[in-house]
């Protein structure tokens, strides 16, 4: 078992391949290169549980990226791998297709190495995250069948690891489940609770300082008594989650989809993530300190 965060870099120029492992050298991942999108999914194949993040240049000779991110979004075993597209264009028509195949994280060449270490850090820690949840709580599934309703209240980001973790085990995927369920939870206290914009949460993120300063504000008197609830509802269609923040909302409309402005940031793209994987439905009430998310019995 590897301690590293592996990920998978493809390309087709091993001077492309060389700068990314420069780029990456001080980030402490295990790097592995595959030449061409069949290389690739041979490795993929052969560990399906084996990468935490892909980054796959678009176009190559043969099987190209599209078609190696197809083929990864189609497998069961690979569907939550986050892939990060490396291309040359930034052409809405080739973003969108992107997007169209579960390609949340983009690269345009030529990109800097903050950039490049912001995106994968990013990917890298969505993944690992969901994998420490998802092992914690799998072995607790047969008593969750019993669950019917149930109340949570939370205040830090462990309370929403930890509640996510257990009720994404009662629905059909966990896995897109717990992704979907925590990035709301985790919005809830970031943006409602703790007020944090978007803006600050960038610059957090870029100063790897983000967790330091969620402490400090959870702290603050005008935060420290804010809680998120957490409503769970199971009926015969499915499952649905009711999380409520203290906070004065946002404007909510602009991030249900995926915005091409938005795809380089080092965040941004978590709740139309998880509208578009984890959730049947997922509908902000109001001002947006209010979600209600649907998964369905068949999802």
Not at 203 to 208: R, S, V, Y
Not at 230 to 249: A, H, L, P, Q, Y
């Amino acid at each position: 078992m590897h301690t590293q965060a592996t990920v998978l870099v493809v390309d087709d120029e091993p001077f492309n391949r060389e700068i990314i492992a420069e780029f990456l050298a001080d980030c402490n991942y295990r790097l592995i290169m595959a030449e061409n999108g069949n290389e690739a999914l041979e490795k993929l194949m052969a560990d399906p549980d084996g990468f935490d993040a892909v980054l796959l240049d678009r176009m190559m000779p043969g099987i190209d990226g599209i078609d190696v991110l197809r083929k990864i979004k189609q497998d069961s075993r690979l569907r939550m791998l986050p892939v990060i597209m490396q291309t040359a264009s930034s052409s809405p028509d080739q973003i969108a297709e992107g997007l169209q195949y579960g390609a949340f994280y983009y690269l345009t060449k030529p990109f800097g190495q903050k950039v490049l270490q912001a995106i994968t850090a990013t990917a890298v820690r969505d993944r690992l995250d969901r994998r420490r949840t998802e092992d914690e709580y799998s072995l607790k599934y047969a008593s969750l069948k019993l669950l019917n309703q149930a109340n949570y209240t939370l205040h830090t980001l462990q309370d929403a690891h930890a509640v996510a973790g257990f009720l994404s085990q009662l629905c059909p995927s966990p896995e897109s489940a717990y992704m979907g369920l925590v990035e709301l939870m985790l919005n809830s206290i970031e943006h409602g609770n703790l007020a944090i914009t978007y803006d600050e949460k960038t610059q957090l993120l870029n100063e790897n300082c983000l967790h330091e300063e969620i402490n400090r504000r959870l702290l603050l008197p005008e935060y420290s008594n804010r809680r998120v609830t957490v409503e769970f509802m199971r009926s015969d269609k499915g499952f649905k989650f009711m999380i409520t923040d203290e906070g004065n909302g946002f404007e909510w409309l602009n991030y249900l989809e995926m915005r091409m402005d938005r795809l380089t940031h080092n965040h941004g793209r978590g709740i139309a993530m998880s509208k578009s994987i984890a959730f049947s439905d997922l509908e902000y009430l109001g001002t947006g300190s209010c979600v209600v998310a649907t998964v369905s019995a068949n999802n």
